[in-house]
Structures are given as structure tokens and as C-alpha cells.
């Protein structure tokens, strides 16, 4: 593992010194970037160039040669796990994905391909295997999946949603249809987790993007449970292979994910690094969390709150700093290198070594 010349990201994982905050962007491979633009414009729709590993490849290592990133994270969409179960993923122009059948009732649920990632994921585990070597050892490269729940609100709604009318119904309706959808979309995820791991990723994130949606009890039984699923699975067979959970808008349930026995919980904008650092007392690596729209700040702006934020998390070697969420696509890529820049200048202040 540690023949790569960038170890900062490993290395605050696994809880060692190091001597500045490591720093990689969420939806780093991104719309905001025109070689990005260029590069989908290209592979004619989203889905061709989440399917096609050169391309994959290619806007991967887009910004790693833009910016000094501490890390890779593979380029694809948490939507291609149910895709792969057959629910028949497209993107509509304006409109984000759809899935041309949603599942809605317990026969779908019943009816569901748990899918060989080698086989109907292949495309995915042929980009992992080409960005590592293309990578060169440079720095890590992160892998990724949706979390259950949030896999689940998509193939159930049928898309994106304001209110998720069709989970909510399904699961204040029948909560054992909820989760036997919930216990295969899990089982599907660890595989395909797994599988990303023994392609070449060297580090993974859960992204549960809707459990913030959540009454407490739901989120524990809904959401955590089977993220803590995927954590046990992982740790048994891929134990040194550190593992993220980030939950947006999920800061009053930051001491029970970091009890998941996760490497590093993700922390949205929503909640000071300060509050989240006492939460979980210092057990895993915290994960952010400067909000997106500081980019659209002038310098020195940015540079005050590339500050706070580092001062906020304070002194100590457990600090990954990322944006609080992905980054938005009419953000200028000089204030994304302005900001970077900043983390390399202030943060070395704050570690020991």
C-alpha cells in the first residue's frame, strides 16, 4: 500500500502523523472543470462515459493533473448498483436519472437481479483497474457507493424527489418489504465494495445522501443498520482498507456512525468540525466540511474560511479537508486551485510533524 508517493489520506486514516491536512473535493471529476465538458461532450451522455473505463479514466485524472489533490476518487454514479439489478437507469436532459422501472411493490422487490460485479458491474471494475495503473502510485484512489438507503429512495421513487412520496408510503406501510429491498441492495453493495478493493481501490466512501431525511428512529433502522452491515462485511474480509461514512445532514447522528467502526465520518456544513470532533471524541478522521458556496467568494474570502475551518477542527492529525458536500457546477476552477493552495499554506501550522 505504501509505495505510493502521496500517503497523506492513508495515513490520517490509519491515525499517523503527517504534515499538512490532506485534502481531496468531493465531485472532484466534475461539470465545474471544461476539459470535463469536453470530455462528456465526447462520450455523448453521461451514462457512455460512466460506462466506458478510457473515459472514466480520463475525467478521473482530470483534476489530480489540474490540482496537488491528495487523492483520486473514481469517477461513476452510486446509480449504477441498481442499474445493474435491472432497473434500467437513463438521464433525462434537465431532469438527472430515471430509472425506466422503479420498484414499488413486494413482487419487484422479489424480482430483483443481485448482479456479479465482475460481470454486469465489470465496466466499473475495468475503470478501477485502468486509473490505478494510470495513477502510477501518485496518490491513493478512493472508491465508492451509495448507502442502501439512498440507493433505495432513488429505485423506489424512480429518480430524484422532493418529498419521496412512494419510500416514505413503503415504509410507513410495510417496513418487512423495506427492508428485505434494503438487506439485497446491501448484500449487492458489500459485493460490489469488495470487489472495487481486489480491482485496486485503496480507500472506499459510502455516500447516504437522503438519510438526513429521517426521523432518528427510521435513520437507525433504515439507514446506519446496513451501512453498519457493509462496515462489518468489509472489515472481516478487507480490514485494512479504510472505510468512510458520510451521512449529509446527518450531525446529530455523528457519535452513532463513528460507532459503525468506520475509519472517518464525513461532516456536512451543517455542524462546526469543533462539535463533531467532541462527538465522536477523537475515534475516527473527520471529513470536511467547507460549504460549496464559499467558492463563489472572492480570495480572501475563501482564505478566511479555508481558516475557520482548519481552526476549527484544531491542532491533531485526524483532518481530511473536503468541501461539505460536491461541489457546484458555476464554480471557477481558479478559486478551486486558490483554495487548495490555501490548505497546503495554513494547514502545516496545525500538525506536529
Given at each position: 500500500m505504501h509505495s505510493i508517493r502521496n500517503t497523506r489520506l492513508l495515513d490520517v486514516l490509519n491515525d499517523k502523523g503527517v504534515d499538512r491536512t490532506p485534502i481531496w473535493i468531493m465531485r472532484q471529476a466534475g461539470r465545474y472543470l471544461p476539459e470535463y465538458m469536453a470530455t462528456r461532450k465526447k462520450a455523448g451522455d453521461?451514462?457512455?462515459?460512466?460506462?466506458?473505463?478510457?473515459?472514466?479514466?480520463?475525467?478521473?485524472?482530470?483534476?489530480?493533473?489540474?490540482?496537488?489533490?491528495?487523492?483520486?476518487?473514481?469517477?461513476?454514479?452510486?446509480?449504477?448498483?441498481?442499474?445493474?439489478?435491472?432497473?434500467?437507469?437513463?438521464?433525462?436532459?434537465?431532469?438527472?436519472?430515471?430509472?425506466?422501472?422503479?420498484?414499488?411493490?413486494?413482487?419487484?422487490?422479489?424480482?430483483?437481479?443481485?448482479?456479479?460485479?465482475?460481470?454486469?458491474?465489470?465496466?466499473?471494475?475495468?475503470?478501477?483497474?485502468?486509473?490505478?495503473?494510470?495513477?502510477?502510485?501518485?496518490?491513493?484512489?478512493?472508491?465508492?457507493?451509495?448507502?442502501?438507503?439512498?440507493?433505495?429512495?432513488?429505485?423506489?421513487?424512480?429518480?430524484?424527489?422532493?418529498?419521496?412520496?412512494?419510500i416514505k408510503r413503503l415504509m410507513y406501510g410495510d417496513e418487512g418489504?423495506?427492508?428485505?429491498?434494503?438487506?439485497?441492495?446491501?448484500?449487492?453493495?458489500?459485493?460490489?465494495?469488495?470487489?472495487?478493493?481486489?480491482?485496486?481501490?485503496?480507500?472506499?466512501?459510502?455516500?447516504?445522501?437522503?438519510?438526513?431525511?429521517?426521523?432518528?428512529?427510521?435513520?437507525?433502522?433504515?439507514?446506519?443498520?446496513?451501512?453498519?452491515?457493509?462496515?462489518?462485511?468489509?472489515?472481516?474480509s478487507h480490514a485494512t482498507t479504510p472505510i468512510t461514512l458520510f451521512t449529509k445532514n446527518g450531525g446529530m447522528w455523528l457519535p452513532d456512525i463513528a460507532r459503525t467502526g468506520c475509519d472517518a465520518v464525513g461532516v456536512d456544513w451543517t455542524i462546526d468540525l469543533r462539535d463533531a470532533r467532541a462527538l465522536t471524541r477523537d475515534n475516527v478522521a473527520l471529513q470536511g466540511n467547507l460549504d460549496p458556496g464559499v467558492l463563489y467568494g472572492s480570495k480572501s474570502k475563501i482564505r478566511e474560511e479555508v481558516q475557520r475551518v482548519l481552526e476549527s477542527y484544531g491542532e491533531g492529525e485526524r483532518h481530511i479537508f473536503n468541501l461539505g458536500h460536491g461541489i457546484h457546477q458555476h464554480i471557477d476552477p481558479e478559486n478551486v486551485e486558490f483554495m487548495i493552495e490555501t490548505v497546503h499554506e495554513l494547514s502545516p501550522a496545525f500538525h506536529r510533524k
Amino acid at each position: 500500500m505504501h509505495s505510493i508517493r502521496n500517503t497523506r489520506l492513508l495515513d490520517v486514516l490509519n491515525d499517523k502523523g503527517v504534515d499538512r491536512t490532506p485534502i481531496w473535493i468531493m465531485r472532484q471529476a466534475g461539470r465545474y472543470l471544461p476539459e470535463y465538458m469536453a470530455t462528456r461532450k465526447k462520450a455523448g451522455d453521461f451514462m457512455t462515459l460512466a460506462s466506458t473505463p478510457e473515459l472514466a479514466c480520463e475525467v478521473t485524472l482530470q483534476p489530480i493533473r489540474r490540482f496537488t489533490l491528495d487523492a483520486a476518487i473514481l469517477f461513476s454514479d452510486i446509480l449504477t448498483v441498481p442499474d445493474a439489478m435491472g432497473l434500467g437507469l437513463y438521464f433525462e436532459a434537465g431532469e438527472g436519472p430515471r430509472f425506466k422501472s422503479p420498484v414499488r411493490t413486494p413482487e419487484d422487490i422479489k424480482n430483483l437481479g443481485k448482479p456479479d460485479p465482475e460481470t454486469e458491474l465489470r465496466y466499473v471494475m475495468d475503470a478501477v483497474r485502468l486509473i490505478r495503473r494510470e495513477l502510477n502510485e501518485s496518490v491513493p484512489l478512493i472508491g465508492f457507493a451509495g448507502s442502501p438507503w439512498t440507493v433505495a429512495t432513488y429505485m423506489v421513487e424512480g429518480g430524484g424527489s422532493k418529498d419521496y412520496p412512494h419510500i416514505k408510503r413503503l415504509m410507513y406501510g410495510d417496513e418487512g418489504a423495506l427492508h428485505r429491498l434494503l438487506l439485497k441492495i446491501t448484500e449487492t453493495t458489500i459485493d460490489y465494495l469488495r470487489a472495487q478493493v481486489d480491482a485496486g481501490a485503496q480507500s472506499l466512501m459510502v455516500f447516504d445522501t437522503w438519510g438526513g431525511i429521517l426521523t432518528p428512529r427510521a435513520y437507525h433502522a433504515f439507514s446506519l443498520h446496513y451501512m453498519q452491515r457493509i462496515v462489518d462485511a468489509l472489515k472481516k474480509s478487507h480490514a485494512t482498507t479504510p472505510i468512510t461514512l458520510f451521512t449529509k445532514n446527518g450531525g446529530m447522528w455523528l457519535p452513532d456512525i463513528a460507532r459503525t467502526g468506520c475509519d472517518a465520518v464525513g461532516v456536512d456544513w451543517t455542524i462546526d468540525l469543533r462539535d463533531a470532533r467532541a462527538l465522536t471524541r477523537d475515534n475516527v478522521a473527520l471529513q470536511g466540511n467547507l460549504d460549496p458556496g464559499v467558492l463563489y467568494g472572492s480570495k480572501s474570502k475563501i482564505r478566511e474560511e479555508v481558516q475557520r475551518v482548519l481552526e476549527s477542527y484544531g491542532e491533531g492529525e485526524r483532518h481530511i479537508f473536503n468541501l461539505g458536500h460536491g461541489i457546484h457546477q458555476h464554480i471557477d476552477p481558479e478559486n478551486v486551485e486558490f483554495m487548495i493552495e490555501t490548505v497546503h499554506e495554513l494547514s502545516p501550522a496545525f500538525h506536529r510533524k
